[in-house]
């Protein structure tokens, strides 16, 4: 089963943007279960689209106001939510942060 783990923390987690990941993620990749993933630019670089009344509106920065951000995701393949949690657990950003795990929605086959 697919998994998004989105990495979040407040905005002093960006002190650590470009610390990696401490191994993490060569220990997944070993693992096979890493399918993608990135970290992102600060929130104040993001653009929000919405359609309202067929009338395209932009915003600089993120739609929400909030103290957490997320900073970059990860996807996974693994076998289950027990699986997810324990590779969610081991990322370096779970002991500065916060990492959300959602499961994706697969198209039906």
């Known amino acids: 089963m697919k998994y998004l783990l989105m990495i979040c923390g407040d905005p002093s987690g960006t002190e650590y943007a470009n ?3 401490g191994g993490w993620s060569e220990e997944m990749e070993a693992r096979g279960v890493v399918a993608g993933g990135a970290g992102l630019h600060p929130p104040h670089e993001a653009t929000t689209v919405r359609v309202r009344d067929d009338e395209l509106l ?3 920065g993120p739609f929400a106001e909030t103290k957490e951000q997320i900073g970059g995701f990860v996807l996974i ?3 289950d939510l027990d699986e997810a949690i324990e590779i969610a657990s081991k990322h370096p950003a779970a002991g ?3 990492i959300e795990i959602r499961p994706v929605l697969e198209p039906p086959v």
């Open 19 to 21: 610390d990696g990941c």
């Open 58 to 60: 932009l915003t600089d």
């Open 77 to 79: 393949d693994c076998a």
């Open 96 to 98: 500065y942060g916060t």
